[in-house]
C-alpha cells in the first residue's frame, strides 16, 4: 500500500526554517513540533543555506579573477627564477 505524501506550503516550509534558525533549536526537536519527518525539515533547512550561502561555486567575476591571478603568479615565479639564477652567477664571478 502507497503512502499519501504530504505537501506544504512555501509559507510553510520558510516559517519551519526560520524557526530553527531563530530558535537555535535542533532539526528533530522543531520537526516533532511541527508535526513534519526530520529529513525533509532538514532537506528544506540545507536548501536555504544553500541558497542564502550559496554551494561553494564561484561567480563570473571570481573566475576571471582566479585566472588573472593564476597569469600573475606564473609570471612572478618566473622572475624570481630567472633572479635567482643572476644571482648565483653574480656570487660566482664575485668569487673569482
Same mark, same amino acid.
Given at each position: 500500500?502507497?503512502?499519501?505524501?504530504?505537501?506544504?506550503?512555501?509559507?510553510?516550509?520558510? #516559517?519551519?526554517?526560520?524557526?530553527?534558525?531563530?530558535? #537555535?533549536?535542533?532539526?528533530?526537536?522543531?520537526?516533532?513540533?511541527? #508535526?513534519?519527518?526530520?529529513?525533509?525539515?532538514?532537506?528544506?533547512?540545507?536548501?536555504?543555506?544553500?541558497?542564502?550561502?550559496?554551494? #561553494?561555486?564561484?561567480?563570473?567575476?571570481? $573566475?576571471?579573477?582566479?585566472?588573472?591571478?593564476?597569469?600573475?603568479?606564473?609570471?612572478?615565479?618566473?622572475?624570481?627564477?630567472?633572479?635567482?639564477?643572476? $644571482?648565483?652567477?653574480?656570487?660566482?664571478?664575485?668569487?673569482?
Amino acid at each position: 500500500m502507497s503512502e499519501k505524501r504530504k505537501k506544504y506550503d512555501r509559507e510553510f516550509r520558510e #516559517g519551519a526554517v526560520r524557526i530553527v534558525h531563530e530558535t #537555535g533549536k535542533p532539526i528533530a526537536q522543531v520537526a516533532r513540533d511541527l #508535526g513534519v519527518n526530520e529529513g525533509t525539515l532538514g532537506n528544506w533547512v540545507t536548501r536555504d543555506r544553500e541558497a542564502r550561502e550559496g554551494r #561553494g561555486e564561484l561567480s563570473r567575476d571570481d $573566475v576571471e579573477e582566479l585566472k588573472r591571478l593564476r597569469g600573475e603568479v606564473a609570471e612572478l615565479r618566473m622572475e624570481r627564477d630567472v633572479l635567482k639564477r643572476s $644571482v648565483v652567477l653574480w656570487v660566482k664571478e664575485a668569487t673569482k
